[in-house]
């Protein structure tokens, strides 16, 4: 199976969740292909998990003027900054769809690979430790799940899924570098001697990970019509405030 890459490009908070779905709409109804594609955010973004609540954000006097989008995938929120940002999409016929920690995995271990090259040890957090019944913090990369990448106790990694028949989309960020917004998140730059530039990052990523799940790269020509449908679901979903604070 061949897995289309689209290019790094930097967008708004909305436009990139439109994006993302609509790649999962574009495989649900062609499962012959995957896609890949990494990307940042233009403006320093706070995107919610589907189910968390929009007074959670409020509560915290440093979200209160912050971009805001809610995403389609669960987890807790992120601060999108200065991080490398991911989205992969297979139909669901793929290997690696089910159990939904093979996906996981198999990411992870790919960017893990990756970072172990730059001198960074990161590793599954469910290796490292148990599991915790601690309430989950507000800030996904304040928390900790089994599956996600940690070095020297600093979360650097986590993903999460949006399923659908017939696709299943896997979005997640690489921490790049400490923020002023989130001072208490470490980055890889932060962890070693590394640059923090998201389009050197995506260089080395993006073919590792499709071959990580068994499929050849090759360059993606999306659709005419994509465009469309990226702009009917900014339009309708992620802009709209009814879908944003609707928790």
């Known amino acids: 199976m061949l897995c289309r890459l689209i290019p790094y490009r930097v967008a708004e908070g909305p436009t990139n969740m439109a994006i993302d779905e609509a790649l999962l709409d574009l495989v649900a109804g062609d499962p012959t292909t995957a896609w890949l594609r990494t990307y940042g955010w ?13 007074a959670d954000a409020l509560a915290e006097p440093r979200w209160r003027s912050a971009a805001t989008v809610r995403r389609a995938t669960g987890g807790g929120a992120i601060w999108h900054e200065h991080e490398l940002t991911y989205a992969i999409v297979i139909p669901s016929r793929h290997p690696l769809s089910r159990p939904n920690t093979a996906l996981y995995r198999a990411v992870h271990a790919a960017i893990a690979s990756i970072l172990a090259g730059r001198g960074v040890d990161a590793r599954r957090h469910g290796d490292l430790a148990s599991a915790s019944d601690a309430p989950h913090p507000f800030l996904c990369f304040a928390d900790r ?16 899924q949006r399923r659908r028949s017939g696709a299943i989309l896997q979005h997640g960020s690489l921490l790049l570098r400490r923020s002023k917004t989130t001072p208490e998140l470490a980055g890889v730059a932060d962890l070693a001697d590394e640059a923090a530039d ?4 995506s260089d080395l990523v993006a073919e590792p990970l499709c071959r990580a799940l068994g499929m050849e790269p090759a360059l993606g020509v999306l659709p005419d019509d994509f465009p469309d449908r990226v702009d009917r679901l900014e339009r309708t979903v992620y802009r709209d405030p009814k879908w944003n604070a609707r928790r």
């Open 198 to 201: 998201p389009r050197a990052w």
């Open 42 to 54: 233009s403006t320093p973004t706070l995107s919610l998990g589907y189910f968390q609540r929009w």
């Open 145 to 160: 799940d089994g599956e996600d990448l940690v070095a020297d106790g600093s979360k650097l990694v986590g993903s999460a």
